[in-house]
């Protein structure tokens, strides 16, 4: 049987002589586009998986009428049926079984070929919204050419996997007069929730692979570098290459010339890009000074900005930055991404056992929860004794987000609202400077309340004021949110008492270990309610830190600036079932999964909190027990719902019957004896 031959020249004819008629200044597949997406397309692992070279069939760029450049990404094939492969859930399958790169797949079909190119710009490049275009075809039984074509819509708001746009028989919604309507369809494509949540999980496995592979090459390859250093790397190279439209451009690898120039140097060029970039954030001018003094020390030092063989260490380990994390941070995964991020860099950092428990990192779901609980609104000021990485800021920051854009209905209002809440809305303090470096980071990759983060000692230096700016005034702080460090006296109930008794009204929602409420911590707990009063206490899964810390933890909640009275209701709630199953195995699939109502559970815990009983739905009366404490006692915080030890009549029926089975059972068994011995 004679080989069939492909058609590719003459699918790249048709479609050429569409965009040639079109008018569209396309270019070719060795043609350049322009500097930055032709060294992304070469930076880019290519389509066999090597290093590099990737060239589509044909580019361009494309204008709207709001000013914004699309690039426009084709590849074409020769054959029937070779369109696009799509996974079980109809998305673009470049992607195995494992999650890594299915090359097979990306060299074949036309479609995943160009997905495949887009990603590669979002990866290096400022462009956040490509169109990846495939196209293939065959000659039919009369010589004629058929031929099918797949639009689809690859950005940081689908995390890069793509999304179809619609069916189409030519290239004409290219043409300028075309263009717009195009685009305003592209921009009513929409994911759902589930749809979300399924690709967070494949990426959060991806960046996992990712920074192990980054903290293995500079570990084993970059001599010299203490973990601070490393940390302090990482922090610089993400802030270079993050940019503000418009305004900074992002750092680019090729930019790093590794000269000896004083002034010139690497190290000089990043620090350089920083400053620009923290100039056009809406931070106070000392903590901007604060950032780069912090992070000159490292970039600036005479080992990591030497050269040998004509590259510096410094560009070395920015390079393996970019090229591991760079997608991750610019398709704004959010805490997905930065929660990771910091999990493995505190591994990096070298602390004792008990100090690393210390800066375990809260989960986002519950650190989500703590906002909640904390009643937290866009008119909310929250603080954070011990933030850590700043996870529990972002949280609270992104709730009084939310429900700023629910109530304000003005655009302009909703702008100035956010750039309140972000500068002077949150305030964090983080004894360990490296940690503290990282939760500037955090905090400047979620959008920038990081104005009030502050490396202080909570217990010895902070007055209640705020760091920076207002430095005269008090943080009117009414929401507190914590993940103390239990190495603390009283499990870290000692951040609890100072935070709580500097407030004055509002709420606070504590994760903490369950022996600060049964013993550990007495008399810190005694002074707390004495101005403050327990609401919930609530007991939370013993493997919720699973692979970091084993210890049980409890919620607890309060109502600050009203004294506990020994009559005040308190609920306790079993929240040992919280809906998710973990596991910690380095190669599964996915670590955390809802089997068992999860995201509703969760919501029905912030409910029983605030409204009582009468929201019982999922939990039952043996998980939510409602119960008051002794003021004075301080040890009394982990009650659970008694247990009815009083038999009920079907109980005692049942005894009776299964004693009377047994009785009769035995009877019988004596009576086949008795005739065995008797021969009969």
Not at 200 to 212: D, H, M, P, T, Y
Not at 319 to 347: A, P, Q, R
């Amino acid at each position: 049987m004679a080989k069939i031959k492909s058609v590719e020249p003459n699918i790249a004819d048709l479609a050429n002589g569409w965009m040639k008629s079109y008018d569209l200044d396309y270019k070719l597949e060795q043609e350049s586009l322009n500097s930055e997406i032709d060294q992304a397309l070469n930076d880019y692992y290519s389509k066999n998986g090597g290093a590099g070279g990737n060239r589509p069939d044909a580019k361009l760029l494309l204008r709207d009428k709001n000013m914004v450049d699309y690039p426009i990404l084709i590849e074409y094939k020769g054959y029937e049926g070779k369109l696009v492969k799509s996974d079980m859930d109809g998305k673009v399958a470049n992607k195995t079984a494992k999650n890594q790169p299915d090359f097979k797949t990306i060299k074949s079909y036309a479609v995943n070929g160009a997905v495949h190119y887009a990603n590669a710009l979002l990866h290096y490049t400022s462009y956040t919204d490509i169109i990846a275009i495939g196209m293939t075809g065959y000659k039919d039984e009369r010589d004629k050419l058929q031929y099918e074509i797949g639009i689809y819509y690859v950005s940081k708001s689908n995390f890069g996997i793509g999304q179809k746009v619609d069916d189409y028989t030519d290239f004409s919604f290219l043409k300028k007069q075309n263009f717009d309507q195009f685009i305003e369809k592209v921009k009513r494509l929409k994911l759902t929730q589930k749809e979300i949540e399924k690709l967070k999980e494949q990426r959060e496995q991806e960046i996992n692979a990712s920074l192990v592979k980054l903290n293995n090459d500079i570990y084993q390859n970059e001599k010299g570098l203490s973990e601070r250093d490393r940390v302090y790397l990482v922090a610089a190279s993400i802030i270079a290459t993050l940019g503000v439209p418009g305004k900074v451009a992002a750092l680019e690898k090729q930019e790093l010339k590794s000269s000896t120039e004083n002034g010139n140097r690497d190290g000089d060029i990043i620090l350089r890009k920083i400053r620009a970039f923290l100039n056009e954030k809406n931070l106070p001018q000392e903590k901007r000074e604060l950032i780069i003094r912090t992070l000159q020390n490292t970039l600036t030092t005479d080992n990591i900005n030497r050269v040998e063989n004509g590259e510096s260490q410094l560009k070395r380990v920015f390079t393996k930055i970019v090229d591991d994390l760079g997608i991750y941070y610019k398709i704004g995964l959010s805490t997905d991404f930065t929660g990771k991020l910091f999990n493995e860099m505190y591994s990096w950092l070298g602390f004792s056992q008990d100090k690393l428990n210390d800066v375990v990192l809260t989960p986002s779901y519950v650190a989500t929860l703590l906002a909640r609980l904390a009643r937290v609104n866009m008119n909310s000021y929250v603080w954070d004794f011990a933030t850590g990485s700043a996870g529990l800021l972002v949280a609270a920051m992104n709730e009084m987000l939310n429900d700023a854009k629910e109530k304000l209905k003005s655009p302009d209002e909703f702008i100035h609202k956010s750039a309140e809440i972000k500068a002077n809305q949150l305030l964090g303090l983080e004894i360990l400077s490296e940690v503290y470096m990282l939760a500037i980071l955090n905090m400047i990759l979620m959008g920038d309340g990081s104005s009030n983060i502050l490396n202080k000692d909570s217990l010895k230096e902070f007055n209640g004021n705020y760091g920076f700016g207002k430095t005269n005034e008090k943080f009117p702080a009414d929401a507190f949110v914590l993940n103390p460090p239990y190495s603390a006296p009283g499990n870290g109930m000692i951040f609890v008492e100072k935070a709580l008794s500097m407030m004055s009204k509002g709420y606070a929602a504590i994760i903490i270990q369950s022996s600060a409420g049964s013993g550990k911590a007495v008399e810190y707990n005694k002074n707390i309610l004495k101005h403050s009063t327990l609401l919930a206490s609530i007991k939370m899964p013993i493997d919720l830190f699973i692979g970091k810390s084993s210890v049980q933890t409890n919620v607890y909640v309060f109502r600050v600036g009203e004294a506990h009275q020994k009559d005040d209701i308190v609920k306790f709630i079993d929240f040992s079932n919280d809906g998710y199953t973990r596991s910690d195995r380095k190669k599964a699939s996915c670590n955390l999964r809802d089997t068992d109502h999860a995201k509703e559970r969760y919501q029905e815990i912030v409910d029983l909190v605030r409204f009582g009983k009468q929201k019982l739905n999922i939990f039952t009366p043996k998980e939510y027990y409602e119960a008051t404490i002794d003021p004075d006692n301080g040890a009394d915080w982990n009650k659970s719902a008694p247990i009815d030890t009083k038999p009920t009549l079907e109980e005692f029926e049942k005894t009776v019957a299964d004693y009377l089975a047994w009785e009769v059972s035995n009877l019988l068994k004596n009576q086949d004896l008795e005739d065995d011995r008797l021969g009969k």
